[in-house]
């Protein structure tokens, strides 16, 4: 199972962009990486997900490192609602593990 | 639409009794699993299963027992409850686990 390595904490302005990095140097050819965020007292939130190619969704952007042993998760426009711990998770092979990090804590300021 | 629904979402056991936490999912998701996350740290996962009638282990199984007789529940069974299984307990599921997966938002257990 890949192996994940986040900073542990990240600041960031309201309304500016953040870029939260992920290193997953051990993943395998067809892990994908996944992105989850949780806030206090509730579970895992899907953000995004991709496999070689940057992805865009409304909430955020995947861009992934062509050797695929990075990836950072771009959210463009900061909000103090985004203030959570984000996770990147890449899955397996067959789609059925995530393996979590320790994550990200995002602080926003106003 | 209620997602992942997980029940209870506080319990207190003591040492050596048994019980079992309920998932739920109505997105006729195929993929379900069970993980736990302590204080600190990310989730683990404990079992899963990517159908009705399929489960394996997941990173941390022992102590837990899991069954998906139906596509919409899958239960996580504590044989015999310890200290170090005190933690916080989440459901999640995926119709193909290459999509994103939907959390429930926990169960807190407590063992004494």
């Known amino acids: 199972d890949a192996k994940t390595t986040q900073p542990n904490s990240m600041e960031s302005n309201e309304e500016e962009p953040v870029h939260l990095p992920c290193n997953h140097s051990?993943?395998?050819?067809?892990?994908?990486i996944h992105w989850y965020r949780q806030l206090p007292s509730q579970g895992p939130e899907y953000v995004i997900h991709g496999l070689t190619s940057n992805v865009n969704n409304r909430m955020a952007s995947l861009a992934i490192a062509e050797d695929r042993k990075s990836s950072t998760l771009i959210l463009h426009r900061a909000t103090l609602r985004d203030a959570a711990v984000y996770y990147c998770a890449p899955s397996n092979n067959a789609g059925n593990m995530l393996t979590f990090g320790g994550g990200t804590r995002l602080m926003v300021k106003p | 639409n209620a997602g992942v629904t997980q029940t209870p979402k506080f319990q207190v056991l003591k040492t050596g009794q048994s019980m079992t936490l309920q998932c739920a999912q109505d997105?006729?998701?195929?993929?379900m699993s069970w993980y736990r996350q302590d204080p600190g740290m990310g989730l683990r996962l404990i079992h899963y299963s990517v159908g009705a009638g399929i489960t394996d282990q997941g990173e941390v199984p022992n102590g837990y027992n899991v069954s998906r007789s139906t596509t919409e529940d899958f239960p996580l069974r504590l044989l015999s409850a310890a200290p170090s299984q005190t933690s916080v307990y989440f459901c999640?599921?995926?119709?193909?686990?290459?999509?994103?997966?939907?959390f429930g938002s926990g169960t807190r257990l407590t063992v004494v």
């Open positions: 997105m006729n998701h195929e993929y």
């Open positions: 051990t993943i395998s050819g067809t892990d994908y």
């Open positions: 999640a599921s995926s119709y193909w686990g290459h999509e994103g997966y939907t």
